[in-house]
């Protein structure tokens, strides 16, 4: 690979992006490059689009043809930075014509080796119905996600039978076919790492940038001076991870519900172990996508979240047969427990006129008793009161790291539904309604147990009532 790859008017230097030269150096199926702001991610795809094309086989007319789709997972993202990038490199009036209706510019120009080289490429955005539609007919050379964290992983699996199939074997095959994506790290939970961190199929690779503030930072000659230190100001630690070490984190996005929650300060370095003499409170949010967490007011005071049971498309019974009691006997098998979740679950249903409680109690919860109140107020009190206190020098409010969904919610995805307005941002007063909301939901009612039961001097073994679910094989499972 040489040091630098030209286009008319610019030089893309790859001696100051060597993950970038490594990245193009590859030739697997499916490759990807993680990186800080700022690292050259994007120049280098679009450097890696030209390079592959030039080097397709010529047809029998010497001219070089390949397809190719760039795809961004919104159509402002894709005007304001993706063409931009592209553009910035190609520039419309020198390489070839554009067509502003279907987003397709056609590069066409002579090569020096005496053949021509052109290459479609066509714009996308995944909020546009017509070029999802569009996505799943194409025939294509190769295709390039950027930003590929944005994008489902449905549409990175579909696209992936999308590519190789221009130009067709009748003029040669492809020379090489496949995706190439740029993307800023997502959190360990993301399709991302766990598709080229944990499994890594043979046919892919993925490539990381070092973090812009060690003395292998890449691109910098390219950058402001200062660029990552002005970047940190006033960034929290999850921010500069993500956009400046370039490492797998969680970052906030829009407006979280619970702006005090710190998750250097209030998640544990470890999944916590329950304490034996302490009960458990066990609270529920119903619904079709119902939800449970298992938490304990421990010995010290402090409110600490120890498990959660998310789910999607299942009922009550379903949860507590299949996942609840499972996990009772498991991690729990001799606590003392309270059982409580939303007063909406005094409600018959419409089907059958039973109750979510009666449900409960038909499964051996014969205590289990609703919420003192479903209002918004209250419920968020009761979880900022432990994020905002702190007990004997120590944070009131501890979450297990295995609880994810709940630290995701936490650090970003639980937040005020943002209102669609032209200039700035507004946000509703009441929160996005999403599998984070539901678990959240399940907290709160957990917490004003824990908070009713301090503010009324009630001793926890007065709060708490110990029974033995009927559907449980050995009534010794639980005492």
Known sequence: MAQQAYSLDRIFDYRHVPTVREFSEC???????????????????VMEIFNRSCEQTPWADGVRRSRWAIIRNTMPQLQDTTMKTF???FPKDAYGIWNETKHLFIMKFPLDDGTSFECEILFRALDNPDHVRNLLSLELTGLWFNELREIPHVIFDTAQGRVG?????????????????????????????????????DNAAIFHQPSGISLEAENVPNLPKNYYKNLAIGKDAGYIDVYIHGKYGYTRQGKPIYHNYNDSVHCAKEPIAAEPESPLIVSFDFGTTPACVLTQLNRKGQFVILDEICTQSMGLEQLVKELFIPLKQSKYPRFKYFVTGDPGGSARSQNDEITCFQILKKLGFPAATPAWTNLWTPRFNAIDHYLTSMVAGQPAFILSPNCKTLRKGFISEYKWRKIQVVGEDRYSDKPNKNIFSHIQDAAQYAALAARRGEQNNIRQSELMSTV?????PSPNAWS
Do not use: M
């Open 27 to 45: 030739d697997k199926f499916i490759r990807l490059i993680t990186g800080p702001f700022g690292s050259g991610k994007s120049s280098g795809c």
């Open 468 to 472: 033995v679910p009927q559907i449980v």
């Open 87 to 89: 553009f910035y490199w």
């Open 165 to 201: 199939r221009f130009p067709p074997p009748a003029d040669g095959g492809c020379t090489w076919q496949g995706i190439i994506a740029d993307t800023n790290p997502p959190d360990t939970e993301h399709w991302i790492y766990k598709l080229f961190e944990e499994e890594l199929p």
